[in-house]
């Protein structure tokens, strides 16, 4: 079974221009998808997609193959659909995945898990999301909770899971049937969905997701020995 990761960089950015050439602790954005796709060992093959001939000099400055998409392709208005089908027209392979490369934070060990979780569950399609253990409503209705009653504690409710898309996933196969046939496929087949960490969940889209995540990063070497602290009068 082959398997590719495809890091689709597209070079248009209306919020925060080329980011994923933008420095973040000194280090090009999509170098740490880039990191994280080949240290996760899930992959047979690691494609940066992008209709930037500079990315191709990244690629290969980080040891990864290069498909220059076709700048039509590549335009705030194309799908997501029209971009996979594409990538599997010229790279065939069983299963490709979406690593996303404005998820920074994403670690190897994580895409690696949703890689095996994909496979694990015969899926067809897949997104990682967040779960979020809070009080919601949609349209002025209770989600995860009743009025009635007593309120319920946060640890006891249902998380909500939103969207995170820091890794997608399909079978070339079923995707490729389903676009054919309907023009689209990003949700088809036996779908599947992975709850990633927090850090994993932090999407750089303005400048102030790039600012929060270079602070993370630079104290991420400190969590690992990190020690919760009291305040003197504590008492245990």
Excluded at 76 to 97: E, G, L, M, N, R
Excluded at 142 to 160: C, E, R
Excluded at 172 to 185: I, L, N, V
Aim: proline share 4%; net charge negative; with cysteine.
């Amino acid at each position: 079974m082959h398997i590719t990761a495809m890091i689709p960089a597209r070079m248009g950015s209306e919020r925060l221009e080329k980011k994923n050439l933008a420095l973040l602790d000194g280090k090009p954005l999509i170098s740490y998808a880039i990191k994280a796709a080949t240290g996760s060992q899930a992959f047979d093959q690691v494609v940066v997609n992008s209709d930037g001939e500079i990315m191709g000099q990244i690629a290969e400055r980080y040891n990864v193959e290069f498909y220059y998409r076709d700048p039509v392709l590549a335009s705030s208005q194309t799908k997501s659909d029209d971009v996979i089908y594409d990538f599997i027209q010229h790279y065939p392979c069983d299963i490709v995945a979406w690593v996303n490369p404005i998820s920074p934070m994403q670690t190897s060990e994580e895409i690696h898990n949703v890689v095996q979780y994909f496979l694990d569950n015969d899926l067809d399609s897949l997104i990682t999301v967040g779960d979020h253990q809070v009080h919601c409503v949609y349209e002025n209705e209770p989600i995860n909770f009743s009025t009635n009653g007593l309120f319920a504690k946060t640890q006891d409710l249902v998380p909500v899971q939103s969207f995170v898309y820091s890794v997608m996933m399909w079978k070339s196969a079923s995707f490729t049937k389903e676009y054919e046939k309907k023009g689209y496929a990003l949700l088809s087949g036996k779908l599947g969905y992975y709850p990633v960490s927090k850090e994993s969940a932090i999407i750089i889209k303005t400048q102030e997701d790039l600012m929060i995540a270079e602070s993370l990063l630079k104290t991420r070497h400190d969590t690992a020995c990190y020690e919760v602290k009291y305040d003197d009068l504590a008492d245990f």
